[in-house]
């Protein structure tokens, strides 16, 4: 970056005003070489009045919108002609109107998605193994693992969605792993995860966005290197996950 940065100062107008036009108003370059970019200073003032900044619709209550329209989802899309459409209105019985507006409406109707990933490969609780490379207990925890609340504190999450909302976000890509559904062992599900996901979707729904539900693994396995199938699947195939003695 910081290269890229430097030879655009030296080719625009001889390094004067703000040769970095393509860069956001709120991200500037600090330094008279181009070495670095900056998020503090004036540019703080100015990201206050920047709508590609989060802040811009957060601190606001009232009579200010994002440039992205969007409404709360309440019934499920139709997969017709290798598309993703919106359902009809209520309203429309397909009945009377030319070809020509008939035709519009169809081509209205398609979904375009503009997606983004929300991860969830390792634990909510025991807080220790929120980050694996640093985990503490992570065979003796096993069974008692808890992924409600990842990737988003539900209480916190509406806030998440109202500003992917206004990036003009429509879909995300939620990863939900065979471990966070069944950690104790087999046939014994996490009735609290699964609760926690059904709301998740609820709240993006509230925000008109879609949510890929990705049944996710790398690796096999999080006690492999990876995440994803639970520990018990490992001691089926004659593996012993008690410690570390599997690696």
């Not at 169809?106 to 609780?125: C, D, Q």
């Amino acid at each position: 970056l910081s290269v890229l940065l430097s030879s655009s100062s030296s080719s625009s107008d001889g390094g004067g005003g703000r040769p970095w036009s393509y860069l956001p108003d709120g991200l500037d370059v600090f330094g008279s070489d181009g070495g670095g970019v900056s998020g503090g200073g004036s540019n703080a003032r100015r990201r206050a009045d920047d709508p590609t900044d989060h802040r811009y619709y957060d601190r606001r209550q009232g009579g200010l919108k994002s440039p992205f329209h969007y409404e709360e989802i309440t019934r499920p899309l139709i997969y017709r002609g290798g598309v993703w459409r919106y359902p009809p209105a209520d309203d429309d019985t397909g009945d009377g109107g030319d070809s020509s507006s008939s035709s519009s409406s169809s081509s209205s109707s398609i979904v375009r998605f503009r997606g983004i990933n929300l991860p969830a490969k390792t634990p909510h609780r025991p807080r220790q193994l929120r980050d694996t490379s640093e985990s503490r207990d992570f065979y003796g925890s096993k069974r008692s693992v808890s992924f409600a609340h990842r990737p988003l504190m539900l209480e916190e999450s509406a806030r998440h969605f109202r500003r992917l909302a206004n990036y003009g976000y429509n879909l995300v890509r939620l990863s939900a792993s065979w471990e966070a559904v069944m950690h104790d062992g087999p046939d014994t599900y996490d009735e609290e995860y699964l609760n926690y996901l059904a709301e998740l979707v609820d709240v993006a729904a509230r925000f008109g966005i879609y949510v890929l539900v990705d049944p996710h693994q790398d690796a096999w396995s999080r006690f492999t290197g990876g995440d994803g199938a639970p520990w018990w699947t490992l001691d089926v195939a004659g593996f012993a996950t008690d410690d570390d003695s599997i690696h």
